[in-house]
């Protein structure tokens, strides 16, 4: 044990989490933890290459000794606390980053995101099972991610969750009292979880980083206060406030309606980070000088985007709200848009805010939600036909080009080499059967081949799944609808 503590403190202090001042406190409180009263300081120390391996070993002590009840839930919350013993109070965290934020936010970001990681708190041994690869089609360069970090629920962890008397605090996994809470059933083990008090329209919000990094920096913004998501003016203020203090970062809304938005519409919040996707990039097909100072360019992107890019924040934010509130009333039958139907609204934005070459840059997309007969899950949502890859709401991070795809399809995509090369068939395949047999007949298969092939047409298939989200194809019917809907945002604009 005690060799396995000595190696803990050592990196501790190699990652910065604490001084050497801090070794014997530190070291004690570990000890606390593991309810250990006698303790013989050692010079050897344990090979590890990700520092949850340590972690794992004081967890199977404290299994053994009786004081951890062996659930992957509990395990994490212990470990959690574990690595909490290094960490500083979140005023201390505040105080350095405030301090770097004062000479530069990228070093207040680069300090915040290492201790994020350095902590486990981002759990880089799980991030690195994902799969990821890029794939460029005719869009641009997309990103694509198997999600394998989430772990299974643990099926003891469950059973208690059903017997468990619910409770309401934290209210909700992105809450801001979730900041070193030691963790429930329904809430994860946050005790190393540190959050940064922020400005935005002058309200209280705060910074942290997504446990999942689904890309470089992936950071969440939300709100001070318990809320739902809600797209309004106030949302175009927020982001281009965040992008005014942070330039280095996007950040970017989910919609705020059901099958249209994120995971979480409970929680108001935003997701950014340090990456840039293929959007970003995406080509101007076409371009509308709004006001004196804004202008709009439709990009060529599988959603419809009208990209706003001004150098003056101010009319930007008058601009998007205005847009917002045609939008919300907007309806044209040629493209099947009706903004209210059944007393339901149907119409929002998801919006992303960026600031490049000296312009506030703001990205709406423009959604609709309403289902039909034909389209249960909504006529605007990937069809059944892209189910077998992608099925899962397209929110923010996918609308960018990241396709985040269930881990179900590392295995799957390993039978489906199988397949395309000597027709093997396994049970697996039974949902991608149709589509595989196209691809059989219509490509040739080579082992050396297989591998890229296969990543472009599940990626190809993503695509497909974004194009059904998109409101105005790229074609005449697609033109002459945009078209009107630009001369109804200028005619309000006038
Ligand atoms: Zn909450």
């Known amino acids: ?100 934020k004062n000479n530069s936010p990228i070093l207040a970001t680069n300090y915040f995101y290492h201790t994020s990681i350095a902590s486990n708190y981002i759990r880089k041994d799980r991030i690195d099972k994902n799969v990821s690869y890029k794939v460029n089609t005719e869009y641009g360069i997309m990103d ?33 009292e979730c900041e070193g809470y030691y963790g429930s059933l329904r809430c994860d083990g946050r005790s190393n979880h540190r959050i940064i008090p922020l400005k935005l329209n002058g309200e209280d919000w705060f910074f942290q980083y997504s446990p ?28 281009l406030e965040f992008v005014e203090q942070f330039p280095h ?3 970017g809304s989910n919609a705020d309606l059901p099958i249209v ?47 706003l890019s001004s150098v003056q924040k101010e009319t930007l934010i008058d601009v998007a709200d205005t ?48 289902t039909s007969k034909e389209h249960p899950m909504g006529i605007f949502h990937p069809d059944e036909k892209v189910h077998h890859i992608k099925k899962e709401n397209i929110g923010l991070i996918e609308v960018m080009g990241l396709a985040v795809l269930p881990a179900r399809l590392k295995t799957e995509m390993q039978a489906m080499k199988d397949y395309l090369l000597d027709g093997t068939c396994s049970d697996l395949l039974d949902s991608h059967l149709e589509w595989l047999q196209n691809l059989q007949q219509s490509m040739t298969w080579t082992k050396e081949n297989v591998e890229e092939q296969l990543q472009e047409e599940v990626a190809r298939v993503f695509v497909e799944g974004l194009r059904h989200c998109g409101i105005y194809s790229f074609d005449e019917k697609g033109d002459i609808a945009f078209q009107k809907l630009i001369d109804t945002i200028e005619g309000t604009l006038t």
């Open 323 to 370: 847009i917002l509130q045609v939008w919300r009333q907007y309806d044209d039958p040629a493209v099947e848009v009706y903004a209210k139907t059944d007393g339901q609204m149907h119409n929002t934005i998801t919006s992303i805010a960026r600031y490049r070459n000296n312009r506030y840059e703001l990205d709406l997309v423009f959604r609709n939600n309403r």
């Open 249 to 251: 970062y996007f950040l």
């Open 212 to 239: 999942y990094v689904y890309y470089n920096e992936h950071c969440i913004v939300l709100k001070g206060e318990h809320v739902p998501m809600k797209t309004c003016r106030k949302t175009f203020i927020r982001l």
């Open 144 to 176: 694509i991610t198997i999600n394998l970090s989430k772990p299974e629920k643990d099926p003891r962890d469950i059973a208690k969750a059903s017997k468990s008397v619910s409770t309401s605090y934290p209210s909700c996994v992105l809450c801001k």
């Open 1 to 100: 044990m005690e060799a396995i503590i000595e190696t803990l403190l050592e990196y501790a202090i190699e990652q910065h989490l604490m001084e050497p001042t801090d070794r014997i406190y530190a070291r004690n409180r570990i000890l606390a933890c593991l309810k250990e009263e006698d303790y013989t300081p050692t010079d050897q120390r344990v090979s590890y290459h990700y520092v949850s391996e340590l972690l794992q070993m004081l967890c199977d002590i404290a299994v053994k000794k009786g004081i951890l009840e062996d659930t992957l839930r509990n395990r994490d919350a212990f470990d959690s606390q574990l690595m909490n013993c290094f960490m500083p109070r979140p005023s201390e965290m505040i105080h350095t980053f405030e301090t770097k």
């Open 261 to 307: 938005g994120g995971s979480i519409l409970s929680h108001d919040h935003f997701q950014g980070g340090n990456y840039e996707f293929a959007m970003a990039n995406a080509k101007v097909v076409q371009s509308f000088q709004l006001t004196e100072d804004v202008r709009a360019d439709r990009l060529f992107w599988p959603l419809s985007v009208l990209r």
